[in-house]
């Protein structure tokens, strides 16, 4: 039981980062304002979560600019694919 | 427990509303399928049925069937935007999205080709491969955007090819099945969609 707690990672604690973790791993990459209205979230809460899973490198982000407006990109890293499919296993270890 | 099982459902969830497109109601097959058949028993009892009780010649005759299956098709078209929007209004998603865009641009290729196709038959004046021409290039047209939306439009589209063979084998008879493929098939996909997935919300 311990071992099946500890496989399951905090990083995806948050409802909104399991929401980002989720639209990525079934996209290439998808934008700001697409996960915005996908996951009902704010702009202030979805960047800070963002935020957080880019800094533990699970996923990567591009800026580019369409006409004017910026847009930012987001896309998973091999790595965060790896943490989030080992976070799935451990879900359902639990449920087990 | 209860938080893991949740967490689950919530990650189903966003995989397949990031992916797919779930505004598709099955009240919109029901109307297009009833459409359809209204069309085909116009064609059928005002013109092909006894071509002798009206005096067009064949070319105005070729008109009418294109005026009549060009409303089915529009009006079909209005009955999946209505419902799709109504749908989508209810769950407060927006009814354009990069999912819609995608499932428009992969459903546009074979079906405008087909129908670009089944235009120039008809023209010809080879109107008995027109039934079976559109059944085959909406089928493929579906098959291809089944993975854009409800696993179910997939055995809609094989149904609708495997109607568009048998139309070109039985080509006298191409009436039939595209009535049974346009209107009855999708009535009866329509129900069974609508009763799945639109009915217990």
Known sequence: ?96 | MEKQLEDLKAIREMMEKSTKFLSLSGMSGILAGATAICGAAFAYFYLLRDPSATDYNRFQETMIMLADAMLVLILSLSYAFYFSWKKARKSKQKIFNNVTYKLLYHLAIPLLSGGIFSLIFLLRGDVEMVASATLLFYGLALVNVSKFTYNEIHYLGITEIILGLLAAIFMHNGIIFWTIGFGLCHIIYGFAMYRKYDLKK
Do not use: C, W
């Open chain 1, 1 to 96: 039981m311990k071992n099946i707690i500890a496989n399951l990672n905090k990083a995806f604690e948050s409802r909104i980062r399991l929401g980002i973790m989720s639209v990525l791993m079934v996209n290439d990459t998808v934008d700001f304002n697409t996960l915005k209205e996908l996951l009902d979230a704010t702009d202030g809460n979805l960047a800070s979560h963002l935020k957080a899973l880019e800094s533990l490198d699970y996923i990567i982000s591009t800026k580019q600019f369409i006409g004017r407006k910026p847009n930012t990109q987001y896309a998973i890293t091999a790595l965060g694919k790896e943490r989030f499919v080992e976070h799935l296993n451990a879900l359902e270890e639990f449920l087990k």
